[in-house]
């Protein structure tokens, strides 16, 4: 059964410094989704990642993906307190590549 | 990529009750989804709805609990039967979009009391 993990579970982080999330999954998948949620919002799509080595950019954030290690990365590079909200990966099982299965979610929070 | 309408977007209910949530697609899909989100948590997925057959169910889900119909391509609902405070969560319905991805439904705040 694939499990998704993220850490951290919760970030705190100062305006203008650089962190980085971590998504790993237990079985092989060959894509990869970001998605970022605000408070009582639903869900907003940030990244997909097609293949192994895939790198996306979209702002203070960028996405990788390494398959072959079951691992994503999503860096924020000079956090400002816009970018607060949750964040959760998402990888589809080899065996069902239609659904998702979410990963635990990593909670931003940027202060000044 | 495909819009939904979700509805209601909120409710308070009573225990022993239930509520049919829907979801309206702005243009055929073959596959919807229904997860759950309890408060604080990630994303659960209860089932798949493909129209024309039963909904698949995930484990831990039951079709007595969660009915789901699917009457043509571009309509779904979900029941939440027999309510508890347990089912106190959000609801969100999702369509896969060749060659887009992944789009949600703005999702249903469901307080049971």
């Known amino acids: 059964e694939l499990k998704v993990e993220q850490n951290p579970l919760f970030l705190s982080m100062q305006e203008g410094k650089n962190y980085t999330i971590y998504c790993n999954y237990s079985?092989?998948?060959?894509?990869l989704y970001w998605y970022r949620q605000d408070p009582g919002k639903s869900l907003e799509s940030l990244f997909v990642?097609?293949?192994?080595?895939a790198v996306k950019q979209e702002g203070r954030l960028m996405a990788s993906l390494d398959t072959k290690a079951r691992l994503s990365t999503l860096h924020i590079t000079a956090a400002v307190h816009d970018l607060s909200a949750t964040y959760f990966c998402?990888?589809?099982?080899?065996?069902?590549?239609?659904?998702?299965?979410f990963g635990t979610g990593t909670r931003l929070q940027v202060f000044p | 990529s495909a819009v939904i309408s979700q509805k209601p977007s909120r409710d308070i209910c009573q225990r022993g009750t239930s509520l049919t949530i829907q979801c309206q697609v702005d243009?055929?899909?073959?596959?919807m989804f229904w997860y759950r989100q309890q408060p604080g948590q990630s994303l659960t997925l209860i089932a798949t709805a493909n129209q024309g057959s039963e909904a698949t169910y995930e484990s831990g889900f039951v079709i007595d609990k969660f009915p789901i119909s699917r009457p043509n391509l571009t309509f779904s609902t979900l029941t939440v039967s027999n309510m508890s405070p347990e089912d106190s969560s959000i609801y969100l319905c999702s369509v896969v979009v060749k060659n887009y991805g992944y789009t949600f439904g703005s999702g249903t705040r469901l307080t049971v009391v």
């Open positions: 243009s055929q899909v073959t596959m």
């Open positions: 998402a990888v589809p099982p080899l065996y069902n590549t239609d659904k998702l299965i």
């Open positions: 079985t092989t998948s060959d894509r």
């Open positions: 990642l097609l293949s192994n080595g």
